[in-house]
């Protein structure tokens, strides 16, 4: 069964020259996998990620015919509602660490209050699951990170701390905005190894935005690559070589490769009509 | 010999209990006219060195020349002219309130150039920007076009080395790959020098013959393209480096 299905979502800004489409009538749904949505600055995938948990802000406008969360349309709730629905059936990680964590709170604290405010529990029960948690992500000497504050940690240990909070009041979803961007790539795989480990403990679903196609192939099941605010393909991972649309071949061929030496890069030449091609859905019809 | 030697390089920044030494004696050597990269992680040294070279960092000792000069606290005119550098966040390296003619203007005109005119439209034409971008200001730009300014500017004075940091990596790959092609370009066309630092294994080993591997402020090995593409590494280190910029890899399932 589906968790997340999203149909015909948009979202807008009014600005001096008209309206501004950021995402133009996509739909998409998102079963217990990793979903993987890949494009460029100014694709609209962020934004995508936002509309779900409704964080655009005005005059920002988000439409869509439905964005369903076990059946429960998420764009029918009242704001109210939607604090339940953020953090504890989806959570979100962002790129940076650094901006995400609040500097003048110890990294316990932040993680207890993220676990206290939907569950409820003790004190002393609290703690125990927050330290559980820190353990989950692989930080080795939880009783020092607890104390600490987020200047004190590293990217790396920041973003672990990020998950860990995010993780904590057990969502169904997580959606991950370019969770590794900020990080150096041996860090980078063990954040991914640990995103991965959870997500599939939990059997939960995973929404992965990135920039990065290699990395994208590499972890997800699922695909979608955006342009232009539209869904103009979508890959299973492991097959993204095989993939047909000329902009995601551009994307790939553009990527200098070291076991693939060439003297020139190719350069993605952008065709007009991808930006007036409909969106391709990426909807998978429920599942048994 | 121009090009590029640094010998027992060390560099350190603030004293006492707080001294941290950010480059313990590296070496490296880069042949006039080749392109050697430098990779590492964070903290690892690599943008010090660069910056050590160009004079961005006082407290440092040890061997270093460039141009063929060997260098001190002063450095002299020329050398400023010959060694460039190319930062890495074009939205931070302009200056958002002088158009693409000023900052070009302001270089050429440091450097004592007199044809000023006629050599902005040339460096536009060389970093493959049309003359409708020359009385544009940064934010009519895109990451793209900005980096190509910044190009433009370091390409200003006629310089012999070109120092870049990380020029790519606050651009998307598309983008990345028309700079890296740029760059390729200028470098056969004028003969110049690379020197690049960046995380990217794979940008690094598409535009370099050699590489020096750093970690904690050392250069721990100094390998040639050919063994990197052939993952042939010598220190245990760069093996785990190579194997990361591979992406990631799925533990067998627990």
């Not at chain 1, 790396?156 to 995010?166: D, K, T, W, Y």
């Not at chain 2, 190009?151 to 651009?171: K, M």
Request: overall charge neutral; some cysteine.
């Amino acid at each position: 069964m589906n968790i997340l299905d999203v149909e015909n979502l948009w979202v807008k800004f009014p600005t001096r020259s008209g309206m501004f489409d950021a995402v133009r009538g996509i739909s998409f749904s998102l079963g217990k996998e990793r979903l993987g949505i890949v494009g460029e600055s100014g694709s609209g995938k962020s934004m995508t990620g936002r509309a779900i948990l409704r964080l655009i802000r005005k005059p920002g406008i988000v439409t869509a015919d439905h964005i369903r969360l076990e059946g429960n349309d998420i764009m029918a709730m009242s704001e109210r509602q939607m604090r339940d629905v953020r953090g504890q059936r989806i959570s979100m990680v962002m790129q940076d660490p650094k901006f995400s964590l609040n500097p003048v709170m110890t990294v316990g604290d932040q993680i207890m209050e993220a676990y206290a405010l939907h569950a409820n529990a003790s004190k002393a029960e609290t703690k125990r699951k927050a330290m559980e948690m820190l353990e989950a992500v692989s930080i080795r000497d939880p009783e020092r990170v607890f104390r600490a504050y987020p200047h004190e940690m590293s990217g790396g240990m920041g973003q672990r701390i990020m998950i860990a909070m995010m993780l904590i009041p057990g969502p169904e979803i997580l959606i991950a905005d370019e969770p590794t961007s900020a990080l150096d790539v041996s860090v980078q795989t063990q954040v991914l190894g640990i995103i991965d480990r959870l997500v599939q403990e939990r059997g939960m679903g995973l929404i992965f935005i990135s920039h990065d196609l290699s990395l994208v192939t590499s972890f997800c099941d699922r695909v979608l690559i955006m342009y232009a605010g539209r869904i103009v393909e979508i890959c299973q991972a492991d097959k993204l070589h095989e993939a047909q649309h000329p902009y995601t071949r551009g994307l790939l061929n553009s990527l200098p490769r070291l076991d693939e030496p060439s003297k020139r890069l190719e350069v993605l030449k952008r065709d007009p009509a991808w930006r007036e091609a409909d969106s391709v859905s990426g909807s998978v019809s429920a599942r048994a | 010999m121009s090009g590029i030697a640094i010998d027992n390089l060390n560099v350190w920044f603030s004293e006492g209990r707080d001294r941290v030494d950010a480059v313990k004696n590296a070496a490296l050597t880069v042949r006039q006219g080749s392109s050697f990269g430098l990779v590492g992680e964070s903290g690892s040294g690599k943008s010090t060195i660069l910056r050590a070279l160009t004079g961005l960092v006082p407290t440092w000792d040890g061997h270093m020349e460039a141009v063929g000069e060997t260098l001190g606290k002063k450095r002299s005119a020329r050398f400023y002219k010959k060694v460039q550098m190319v930062f890495q966040d074009p939205y931070a390296s302009l200056h958002p309130r002088h158009s693409v003619d000023q900052v070009l203007g302001e270089t050429l005109g440091l450097h004592g150039y007199r044809d000023i005119e006629t050599r902005i439209s040339e460096l536009l034409d060389n970093v493959g920007l049309g003359p409708s971008f020359r009385f544009r200001y940064p934010h009519q730009l895109s990451g793209g076009q900005r980096q190509r300014v910044a190009i433009a500017r370091a390409l200003a004075p006629e310089p012999e080395i070109l120092l870049l940091d990380e020029p790519t990596s606050a651009l998307d790959v598309s983008v990345q790959a028309e700079i890296l092609n740029l760059l390729t370009d200028l470098r056969t066309e004028r003969n110049l020098t690379y020197l690049m630092v960046s995380h990217n294994l794979a940008v690094v080993g598409h535009m370099c013959e050699r590489i020096a591997v750093m970690q904690n402020g050392e250069i721990v090995e100094v390998m040639t393209v050919q063994d990197m593409r052939a993952m042939k590494p010598k220190h245990t280190y760069t093996r785990h480096l190579l194997e990361s910029s591979l992406g990631y890899k799925r533990a067998v399932s627990v």
